[in-house]
Nanobody, 114 residues
Framework: QVQLVESGGGLVQPGGSLRLSCAASGFPFSLYDMGWYRQAPGRSREWIATIQSNEIKRYPDFLKGRITISRDNAKNTMYLQMDSLKTEDTAVYYC????????WGQGIQVTVSS
C-alpha cells in the first residue's frame, strides 16, 4: 500500500523559505517519478515540480528559480525547497506518485503571511 506523508509546512513571512518533505513507502521509490502539486483556496490543484527517477527535474515557468525539487533514494524521501515565498504561494501542498494509479499524500498547509 502506497503511503506518502508530507511534512515541513507552516507559517512563513513573505520572502522567507521553507522546505517540505515527502516520506514515501509501499513502492520502489527510486524507480518512480515523483511530483509536487499545490491547491490554493478557491483554485484547482496545480502541478509545481517533478523529479524523474533519473533525477531530471521539471518546473512550470512561473515557479522556476524559486523552488528546487530533490530526492534521497536511500531515505525514500522527496523534498521541495521553496525560496522568496510570496503570499500567493499560500496553499495546501501535496506529493504525488503514479504507481499503478494516482497516489497522493494527505497534503500540508503552507501559509505565507506577514
Amino acid at each position: 500500500q502506497v503511503q506518502l506523508v508530507e511534512s515541513g509546512g507552516g507559517l512563513v513571512q513573505p520572502g522567507g523559505s521553507l522546505r517540505l518533505s515527502c516520506a514515501a513507502s509501499g513502492f520502489p521509490f527510486s524507480l518512480y517519478d515523483m511530483g509536487w502539486y499545490r491547491q490554493a483556496p478557491g483554485r484547482s490543484r496545480e502541478w509545481i515540480a517533478t523529479i524523474q527517477s533519473n533525477e531530471i527535474k521539471r518546473y512550470p515557468d512561473f515557479l522556476k528559480g524559486r523552488i528546487t525539487i530533490s530526492r534521497d533514494n536511500a531515505k525514500n524521501t522527496m523534498y521541495l525547497q521553496m525560496d522568496s515565498l510570496k503570499t500567493e504561494d499560500t496553499a495546501v501542498y501535496y506529493c504525488h506518485v503514479f504507481y499503478r494509479r494516482d497516489n497522493w499524500g494527505q497534503g500540508i498547509q503552507v501559509t505565507v503571511s506577514s
